[in-house]
Nanobody, 126 residues
């Protein structure tokens, strides 16, 4: 079993930065793909960013590309999401997720993630 705990969310003004962290307990994250997803009120959960187990494959949603950086520290079993130039439309609950195994056909699809955190709220005021 893998437990994921997100932190780093908060209330910020437009243009600010936040760094979200996702710490894993239980089994190691080293052999798993990691992803960040978000869900705004009244909307479906959407993909934000993903990183493969090796770190060689990284994907970003078009809406955040150029403003967001995903990274991982396997030694610390932690994944990060650095978000810059935040916009009000980035307001959502952000979830991190881990795959069961290292390879999945599509790291951008929520259906391939087995473990999910409880989420951390990000609110961006205009």
């Amino acid at each position: 079993q893998v437990q994921l705990i997100e932190s780093g969310g908060g209330l910020v003004q437009a243009g600010a930065s936040l760094r979200l962290s996702c710490a894993a307990t239980g089994r190691s994250l080293g052999s798993r793909g990691m992803g960040w997803f978000r869900q705004a009120p009244g909307k479906v959960r959407e993909f934000v960013a993903s990183i493969s187990d090796s770190g060689r494959t990284i994907d970003y949603a078009y809406s955040v590309k150029g403003r967001v950086t995903i990274s991982r520290d396997n030694a610390e079993s932690t994944t990060y999401l650095q978000m810059n130039s935040l916009k009000p439309e980035d307001t959502a609950v952000y979830y991190c997720a881990a795959t069961e195994s290292g390879y999945v056909p599509d790291y951008t699809s929520a259906r391939f993630y087995r473990y999910w955190g409880q989420g951390t709220q990000v609110t961006v005021s205009s």
